[in-house]
């Protein structure tokens, strides 16, 4: 190649260089926010919950169209309380509430103009519960983002069809660049009608993976209407460009029990992964097999650990309250975090990458050693420098600490133990 050829080549190169997302600074503090907060509640609801049986109901049971949406003049939520949701979620130390505004069924929690499939058009309800949950999460200083299915198992224009969705009973035919327009179009309302929206959660991506889903359009169009907004996709692999965090499905990132992440290398966005309470994202009756609080307590410390945020869900009911189960381990991991919160909110991950027996996030002047499972009264730990004291965060009394060649020991004795998590405080030099 030539000089010359080689300057004209880079020169064509500039305009897509150019093109590529800088975040703007309302953006890079949000990002900044997100990292502090820590912990957010997950909110899956839609009319599936009238069945009881998870959020995925209508393709499980092979049900058409017209057999679904039977279930809309089923869902009258009337107990449906934004203030105590909101509250719970306060109250279980949460800093934010992610929540279906459509879900793969379609069904939009708003008063859509787009589509008569919505609450307040199909439904006895007739409210448009997004609104009134995020009238109060703007009461509340809660902030709000919305989950958003790009697959819907509706529309008739979401075609040709990916892997799931086959038993709608809808003709095989569509305008998929129709249906991009019609998504567009929703995400518009929900980011100009709700106030200020703190970001997008996008899903559903994975279900046609090889399809042209126009995301620049649309990442550019969220952030044109709300630059401050963050938008992350559950799509399974690295990020795209125009994304602010990256997400990971009920596994720590770097981690891959679900098989789901497998393709998904930790890039260098802000970080969140989700898990639900009991088995179920969707409310699900039948679902008992509910989590401790110290093993939810635990997964938000390991996330805080390995510099992730902790998205909790719950599923409420079609009458529109959270139920108790729910209620009481959101409680729970409150009170832990009222009395252990320092040691979460406002951390990075700390110097030592993540162990079996837990993990270290830290602050400006402190490392927080939490020992989440570690019986033995001796803790080795890596060489760390420049660390002056270690103290038991709980009482503030002296941790023994003993440097030797490799690293350091700590002493843990059985009194200076915690049954959650023993965390010692690590001060800076
Ligand atoms: O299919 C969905 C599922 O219903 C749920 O919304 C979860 C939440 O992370 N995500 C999807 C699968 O990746």
Same mark, same amino acid.
């Given at each position: 190649? %030539?000089?010359? %050829?080689? #300057?004209?080549?880079?020169?064509?190169a500039?305009?897509?260089?150019?093109?590529?997302y800088?975040?703007s600074?309302?953006?890079l503090?949000? /990002? /900044?926010w997100f990292?502090?907060a820590?912990?957010?509640?997950f909110?899956h609801?839609g009319?599936y919950?009238v069945?009881?049986?998870?959020?995925?109901?209508?393709n499980?049971? $092979?049900?058409?169209?017209?057999?679904?949406?039977?279930?809309? !003049?089923r869902f009258?939520?009337t107990?449906?309380?934004p203030?105590?949701?909101?509250?719970i979620? $306060?109250?279980?130390?949460?800093?934010?509430?992610? +929540?279906?505004s $459509?879900? &793969?069924d379609?069904?939009?929690?708003w &008063?859509?103009?787009? =589509?008569k499939?919505?609450?307040?058009?199909?439904t006895?309800?007739?409210?448009?519960?997004?609104k009134?949950?995020?009238?109060?999460?703007h009461?509340?200083?809660m902030?709000?983002?919305?989950y958003h299915?790009h697959?819907?198992?509706h529309?008739?224009?979401?075609?040709p069809?990916?892997?799931t969705?086959?038993?709608?009973? /809808?003709?095989?035919?569509?305008?998929?660049n129709r249906?991009? *327009?019609?998504?567009d179009?929703?995400l518009?309302?929900?980011?100009t009608?709700y106030?200020?929206?703190?970001? +997008?959660?996008?899903?559903?991506?994975?279900d046609?993976?090889d399809a042209?889903w126009r995301?620049? $359009?649309? @990442?550019?169009? +969220?952030?044109?209407?709300?630059?401050a907004?963050?938008i992350g996709?559950?799509? &399974?692999?690295k990020?795209?460009d125009g994304?602010?965090f990256?997400m990971?499905e009920k596994d720590?990132?770097?981690?891959?029990?679900?098989?789901?992440s497998?393709?998904a290398e #930790?890039?260098?966005?802000p970080?969140?992964?989700?898990?639900t309470?009991?088995?179920?994202w969707? @409310?699900?009756?039948?679902?008992?097999r509910?989590?401790s609080?110290?093993e939810?307590i635990?997964?938000?410390?390991?996330?805080?650990g390995y510099?992730?945020?902790?998205l909790?869900?719950v599923? !409420?009911m079609?009458?529109?309250? #959270?139920?108790?189960?729910?209620?009481?381990?959101?409680?729970?991991?409150?009170?832990?975090?009222r009395?252990?919160?320092?040691?979460?909110?406002?951390?990075?991950g700390?110097?030592i990458?993540?162990?079996p027996w837990?993990v270290t996030?830290?602050?400006?002047?402190?490392?927080y050693?939490h020992?989440?499972?570690? =019986? *033995?009264e001796?803790l080795?730990l890596p060489?760390?420098?420049?660390?002056? =004291?270690? =103290?038991?965060?709980?009482?503030?009394?002296p941790?023994?600490?003993? /440097?030797?060649?490799?690293? +350091?020991?700590?002493?843990? !004795?059985p009194p200076?133990?915690?049954?959650i998590d023993?965390?010692?405080v690590l001060?800076k030099e």
């Amino acid at each position: 190649m %030539t000089a010359l %050829t080689l #300057i004209v080549a880079l020169l064509l190169a500039l305009p897509a260089a150019a093109q590529k997302y800088q975040p703007s600074p309302e953006n890079l503090e949000m /990002r /900044r926010w997100f990292q502090d907060a820590k912990f957010g509640l997950f909110i899956h609801w839609g009319v599936y919950s009238v069945l009881g049986a998870g959020e995925w109901v209508m393709n499980n049971n $092979k049900m058409t169209i017209a057999e679904y949406e039977k279930l809309a !003049p089923r869902f009258n939520p009337t107990e449906f309380d934004p203030a105590e949701w909101v509250r719970i979620a $306060k109250d279980a130390g949460m800093k934010y509430i992610t +929540i279906t505004s $459509k879900h &793969h069924d379609g069904f939009a929690m708003w &008063h859509t103009r787009q =589509s008569k499939w919505n609450i307040v058009d199909a439904t006895p309800y007739k409210k448009d519960v997004l609104k009134m949950l995020a009238e109060e999460c703007h009461r509340q200083g809660m902030k709000l983002f919305f989950y958003h299915s790009h697959l819907d198992w509706h529309h008739p224009d979401y075609y040709p069809r990916g892997r799931t969705g086959h038993y709608s009973g /809808r003709p095989e035919q569509g305008d998929f660049n129709r249906y991009l *327009d019609y998504m567009d179009a929703q995400l518009e309302e929900l980011l100009t009608g709700y106030g200020p929206i703190a970001g +997008i959660w996008f899903d559903g991506w994975w279900d046609k993976k090889d399809a042209d889903w126009r995301l620049q $359009k649309t @990442y550019s169009l +969220i952030h044109r209407l709300r630059p401050a907004a963050l938008i992350g996709n559950n799509h &399974h692999v690295k990020p795209f460009d125009g994304e602010d965090f990256q997400m990971f499905e009920k596994d720590l990132p770097g981690h891959n029990t679900t098989g789901f992440s497998g393709e998904a290398e #930790i890039g260098d966005l802000p970080l969140e992964t989700c898990d639900t309470i009991n088995r179920s994202w969707g @409310y699900n009756k039948n679902d008992q097999r509910f989590k401790s609080p110290r093993e939810l307590i635990h997964y938000l410390v390991r996330a805080a650990g390995y510099n992730a945020n902790f998205l909790l869900n719950v599923g !409420p009911m079609p009458n529109g309250r #959270i139920q108790p189960e729910f209620v009481e381990r959101l409680a729970e991991i409150g009170k832990w975090l009222r009395a252990n919160g320092e040691s979460v909110y406002g951390t990075r991950g700390g110097p030592i990458t993540p162990r079996p027996w837990g993990v270290t996030t830290q602050s400006a002047s402190k490392i927080y050693v939490h020992v989440l499972d570690w =019986s *033995d009264e001796l803790l080795p730990l890596p060489p760390l420098e420049r660390v002056r =004291s270690a =103290s038991l965060f709980r009482t503030g009394r002296p941790v023994k600490m003993t /440097r030797m060649d490799g690293g +350091i020991v700590l002493r843990l !004795p059985p009194p200076a133990r915690d049954p959650i998590d023993t965390i010692v405080v690590l001060e800076k030099e």
